[in-house]
């Protein structure tokens, strides 16, 4: 049986003191005070008990008063060491002002299995937690303790229970109640510490990845500093320039990867250059920009005339075409995913006529930007494309190269002369411009440089082509034609007047009013200077007469300079293209034929000519196959109507000038008959005489193409009297209002026919 102690009451309310600790006590209340004082003066010992929130606890701690001072504050204190559990009994009379009551000691309860059980669990749970806090002295000593109470009770220090627990664990004693309460709380707080632990982790993780990048980077700088690399330059640049950029997600994917790459790469590794130069190229591609289409067609329409005089059928087509394009989008729109499926319109004629500069107008009109891709001696489809970037000095290609020159993704782009492309070992262009210029393609177009795709199916392509028949018969299916012929010598005229003149004025630093040009001395240039369907070289005239022109300004001459057909020999020299058809048909045996050339209609003169020798035949000049087949067409029909004269039994030689393509030859077959016809009767063919016509060998003439061309050289060269198949009447239409009033045309049927209007009556010599 315990007895019963009779103890002075140390009242707490700002800590739980638990048998086996040492605690300072603060001497700040009388009663605190008056109970040390009380246990000084018999045998030190107190009942310390918790006092929360105004109430006394039902059990306390036996403490020993081991000391009474001061602490380093200066403030009164006492140490009492707590000893055992007392359950407080009733009060009692002491002496002094303390509280005295009886108190008896409680012993911990019977320690089971199940005791040592929770014993061990808790003692490895808060030497975890003490490990982690690196308190490794107060590791030891948990360690050593084996008593379940004892152990349980150096809970009265841990930071993570708040007195109210530790009252708890005080009033318990039970010593198996005790551990478990304690078990629940501490892994209730284990978990707590791991939840905010992770979140804190990763936080902090976070953090340190930016932070370590941004060191590394510092590192990276340092050490390149260190080795005299210098910084890349603007490598942190590129990082920020494609974060800011507009660009579609995975072009943005591609390039940070190309950025990561530069800034792992030293400045001496060539690849860093060529990683800068496929940034900068990406960058500079305006991926987000495009222009707004003006969809007013009068507006155009009236762009297009204030540019060009004349080509109203061009412009009409071109008007149409813009109206079908923009309806199209409208509703391509509308279906989402939905995209035009037009052709590519393409401006089809000789040079100088304006091909490519109504590809800029039509862009003008729409109120977008335009590039000009030009295809001449193109053969490499890299060109179109673009070169794979391990290749040195590898560039992306024209279509590229066009959209970062545009600066936005709707440009009009001019395949200028895409008759030119040609296809070698190196692969076929033409393939890549289909490619381009496939709407179920190409909004997706890859170059090889770039590597990402390129959406073009806003661009709106135009091509031009000096002839249709050169044009790449893939693309050829690909595109709606309109053709330019030429221009007769009044629209020259008016084309040199409103627009050549201008420019060239300026171009050569004048005024308007500083030379005056008279109509009679245009139409010389275009008709005598000159020799073309288009008005490039009567432009190179214009500017060669205002060069002498502000010659004569600077040396004195007042103006305005008066340029006349009698000044023009001053400025230009002799005319270069007098008509020479009177002077080459005056002879028997030349007859004057119309082809289309490359530069649009022209004459030429074939010319027969027949010498004693071995009977036999020599071509010369520009002969294809057909051509030779035309000469034996003829010399069979002639013989045939008993009009080859002694021909047979003679040498003959005949020859075609160069200018006349070989596939344009059938269309020379009735000019060959006429000359040899001319050659064999001794009969000149009329100067003023032009003609076309293929022929078979019954004299039929079957009808050819390119009439208006042929018609417009006709008229440029003076001629008066045009000869054309009957077939190819109605091409007539086609001719300007000018030209026709100025050349009598005589469609036929019958090479006889030909021959009657094209041969002078037999010289009297001759018959005589
Ligand atoms: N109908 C026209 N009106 C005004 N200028 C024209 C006309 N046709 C051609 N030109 C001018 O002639 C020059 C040559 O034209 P260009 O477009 O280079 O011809 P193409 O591409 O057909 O060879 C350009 O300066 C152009 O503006
Ligand atoms: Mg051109």
Redesign the pocket.
């Known amino acids: 049986m315990t007895e019963t102690l009779k103890l002075p009451v140390l009242p707490l309310a700002d800590s739980v003191v638990l048998p086996g600790m040492v605690v300072p006590v603060r001497l700040d209340q009388p009663e605190i005070q008056a109970a040390v004082d009380a246990a000084n003066s018999v045998d030190r010992q107190v009942l310390v008990v918790p006092r929360l929130d105004g109430k006394y606890a039902a059990v306390g701690t036996v403490a020993v008063l081991e000391q009474v001072g001061r602490l380093p504050s200066g403030e009164k204190a006492a140490v009492v060491r707590g000893e055992g559990r007392a359950q407080i009994g009733s009060g009692v009379t002491g002496p002094g002002a303390a509280l005295w009551v009886e108190a008896t000691p409680v012993e911990d309860g019977p320690v089971t299995g199940r005791t040592t059980e929770l014993a061990k669990e808790y003692k490895s749970l808060v030497i975890g937690i003490l490990q982690q806090r690196g308190a490794w002295q107060v590791v030891d000593s948990v360690q050593q303790i084996t008593d379940p109470g004892q152990l349980a009770d150096t809970a009265g220090w841990a930071s993570y229970l708040d007195l109210e627990h530790k009252a708890q664990l005080l009033a318990e004693t039970d010593v198996t109640a005790r551990l478990e309460l304690l078990l629940e709380w501490t892994k209730a707080h284990v978990a707590e510490q791991e939840v905010s632990e992770k979140i804190a982790t990763d936080v902090r993780e976070g953090v340190e990845k930016t932070q370590r990048e941004f060191l590394l980077r510092q590192q990276l700088a340092a050490i390149r500093k260190e080795l005299g690399e210098g910084e890349p330059e603007g490598s942190d640049d590129y990082r920020a320039r494609v974060e800011a950029a507009e660009l579609p997600d995975d072009v943005r994917k591609a390039a940070l990867k190309e950025v990561d790459k530069l800034e792992r790469s030293s400045d001496q590794n060539p690849e860093a250059g060529w990683i800068r130069t496929w940034l900068d190229t990406v960058l500079d591609i305006p991926w987000s920009t495009r222009t707004e289409d003006t969809d007013d067609l009068v507006a155009a329409r009236a762009v297009l005339d204030a540019?060009?005089?004349?080509?109203d059928d061009v412009k009409e087509r071109l008007v149409e075409f813009l109206a079908v394009r923009a309806r199209r989008e409208r509703k391509g729109k509308e279906k989402v995913g939905g995209r035009g499926s037009g052709a590519v319109l393409s401006?089809v004629?000789?040079?100088?006529?304006?091909?490519?500069?109504?590809?800029?107008s039509v862009a003008h009109a729409l109120g977008r930007k335009f590039v000009r891709v030009a295809l001449g001696g193109v053969r490499d489809e890299a060109e179109i494309r673009g070169h794979r970037r391990t290749y040195v000095g590898a560039l992306p290609g024209r279509i590229v190269r066009a959209i970062r020159e545009a600066g936005s993704m709707n440009p009009v782009v001019l395949l200028?002369?895409i008759d030119k492309v040609g296809s070698d070992f190196r692969g076929d262009p033409t393939a890549a411009l289909l490619e381009v210029l496939d709407p179920a393609q190409n909004h997706t177009f890859r170059d090889h440089y770039l590597e990402v795709d390129l959406d073009l199916s806003d661009v709106l392509f135009l091509g031009?082509a000096?002839s249709y028949d050169t044009i790449p018969g893939p693309l050829l299916d690909r595109m709606e034609l309109v053709t330019?012929d030429g221009?007769t010598e009044a629209?020259k005229v008016?084309?040199a007047r409103?627009?050549?003149l201008p420019?060239q004025v300026e171009k050569a630093g004048l005024e308007p009013s500083d030379v005056e040009f008279t109509d009679v001395a245009l139409s010389m240039i275009a008709a005598e200077y000159t020799r073309e369907a288009?008005?490039?070289q009567?432009?190179r005239g214009l500017a060669k007469v205002l060069r002498k022109a502000a010659v004569q300004l600077d040396s004195g001459t007042e103006a305005p300079v008066h340029v006349d057909a009698d000044a023009l020999v001053g400025y230009l020299g002799r005319p270069k293209f007098t008509p020479e058809s009177a002077e080459r048909t005056s002879t028997p045996g030349v007859a004057t034929g119309l082809a289309v050339t490359g530069a649009g209609g022209d004459v030429l003169f074939i010319e027969a000519t027949a010498m004693e020798g071995e009977p036999g035949l020599t071509l010369t000049g520009q002969l294809g196959d057909v051509m030779k087949e035309s000469v034996s067409i003829a010399l069979s029909y002639l013989r045939s109507k008993g009009l080859a004269g002694d021909l047979a039994q003679r040498k003959l030689h005949v020859h075609v000038p160069a200018g006349a393509v070989p596939k344009d030859g059938p269309s020379a077959g009735i000019t060959m008959t006429t000359a040899l016809a001319s050659l064999a009767s001794g009969r000149p063919v009329r100067s003023s005489v032009g003609m076309t016509g293929e022929v078979t060998l019954q004299g039929k003439v079957l009808p050819i193409g390119g009439v208006k061309q042929k018609l417009l050289a006709a008229h440029r060269a003076g001629l008066t009297d045009v000869i054309i198949p009957k077939r190819n009447e109605p091409d007539l239409d086609d001719l300007p209002e000018s030209v026709r009033g100025e050349l009598r045309v005589h469609p036929v049927a019958d090479v006889s026919e030909v021959l009657e209007l094209a041969l002078e009556p037999a010289p009297v010599s001759a018959a005589a």
């Open positions: 540019d060009h005089a004349g080509l401006l004629g000789p040079p100088g006529v304006g091909k490519t500069s109504l590809g800029e200028d002369e031009t000096n330019l221009y629209e008016a084309i409103d627009h050549l420019r288009g008005v490039r009567l432009e």
